[in-house]
């Protein structure tokens, strides 16, 4: 069974950091690259960022650049989402996804549930 399962969401002052975290059953997380995604309310799912399954080449959605960063460490199954100087305009629900394509912004094959992260002024 495929899981993917997101943590570390929660309230956060604007310019404040927050890291989540996307434990991942062991096959799905060895064999895939691996994204963020989020959604704000009234807005579709938008691409975060991505990363490759060596975990040496990432991308980033141009609003997040500079902010954020994915890394993995695949001995613990886990991609992680350093969020930076956030900005409210941040808050969402976030989402870890995996896919065994290699298009960066869409085609994921497996989601986790989300976790939420709000960001005040």
């Known amino acids: 069974q495929v899981q993917l399962v997101e943590s570390g969401g929660g309230l956060v002052q604007a310019g404040g950091s927050l890291r989540l975290s996307c434990e991942v059953s062991?096959?799905?997380?060895?064999?895939?690259?691996m994204g963020w995604f989020r959604q704000a309310p009234g807005k579709e799912r938008e691409f975060v960022a991505h990363i490759t399954r060596s975990g040496g080449i990432t991308f980033y959605a141009d609003s997040v650049k500079g902010r954020f960063t994915i890394s993995r460490d695949n001995a613990k199954n886990t991609v992680y989402l350093q969020m930076n100087s956030l900005k409210p305009e941040d808050t969402a629900v976030y989402y870890c996804?995996?896919?065994?394509?290699?298009?960066?912004?869409?085609?994921?094959?497996?989601w986790g549930q989300g976790t939420q992260v709000t960001v005040s002024s």
């Open positions: 996804a995996a896919t065994r394509g290699s298009v960066i912004s869409s085609g994921y094959d497996y």
């Open positions: 062991p096959r799905t997380f060895s064999s895939n690259r």
